[in-house]
Structure formats: C-alpha cells, structure tokens
C-alpha cells in the first residue's frame, strides 16, 4: 500500500506549511488526484488517517478531487476525455496523443477550522 508512504510525504508538506503560514488546525486539506496516478482515494484516506492520528493533522479531512485522463491530438490538435486508457484519438483516429490530465498529485488547498 503506497498510499501509506503518500499520506506520510502529505502530512509532512503540510506540517511545513502550517508553521511557515502560522496557521491553526485544519478542518480540510484539498487533493487533485489523477487516474493514471496509480492512487486508489479510499486507501490514501485510510493511510492518511492512520498516519496522521498523533500528528496535529488528526482528524483533518483529505477533500479528493479526482482528475480523469484527458489528451490532445499532436495530428489534428483536439482535447478529448480518454476512456478505458484509449490512446486513440476520436477525432482522426490518431495515435500520436500526449497526455494532457489525469497525472495529477497536487495539493492544492486547506482550510481551517
């Protein structure tokens, strides 16, 4: 379960911050997760709470916004959503696709109690 070792990285990014900012608890911290992260949500949730229970992160929410896989054609130049890891262009029938979203890690946001 990487997702352990992730929620860890997380509550250590996030302990830095809250000194540098002066900033008290957190009610929330706010994720962007990408499809083709390898991250299952539910399990960085569990980690994250398990991880962070002795820290004063404990009882802080992760708020997951899920990024689904999108692409651009490098032929015909047009965004499209890739479903079930299609690298095929919908449009032109392409495979010449780069990866436009769906990779994300990001910790985007908190907030306060």
Same mark, same amino acid.
């Given at each position: 379960?990487?997702?352990?070792?992730?929620?860890?990285?997380?509550?250590?990014?996030?302990?830095?911050?809250?000194?540098?900012?002066?900033l008290?608890?957190?009610?929330?911290?706010?994720?962007?997760?990408?499809?083709?992260?390898g991250?299952?949500?539910?399990?960085?949730?569990?980690? !994250?709470?398990?991880?962070?229970?002795?820290?004063?992160?404990?009882?802080?929410?992760?708020?997951?916004e899920?990024?689904?896989?999108?692409?651009? *054609?490098?032929? *015909?130049?047009?965004?499209?959503?890739?479903?079930?890891?299609?690298?095929?262009?919908?449009?032109?029938?392409?495979?010449?696709?780069e990866?436009?979203?769906?990779?994300?890690?990001?910790?985007?946001g !908190?907030?306060?109690?």
């Amino acid at each position: 379960m990487h997702e352990l070792s992730i929620a860890m990285e997380i509550i250590s990014i996030v302990e830095k911050e809250i000194e540098k900012l002066g900033l008290n608890e957190l009610a929330e911290i706010k994720l962007r997760v990408g499809a083709l992260s390898g991250i299952d949500p539910e399990a960085l949730k569990f980690g !994250f709470s398990a991880a962070s229970a002795d820290t004063e992160l404990a009882g802080t929410n992760l708020d997951i916004e899920w990024v689904e896989v999108r692409g651009k *054609c490098l032929d *015909c130049s047009k965004h499209f959503e890739i479903t079930d890891f299609a690298f095929l262009c919908p449009f032109c029938d392409s495979i010449n696709i780069e990866t436009i979203a769906g990779e994300e890690l990001d910790i985007i946001g !908190f907030t306060e109690k």
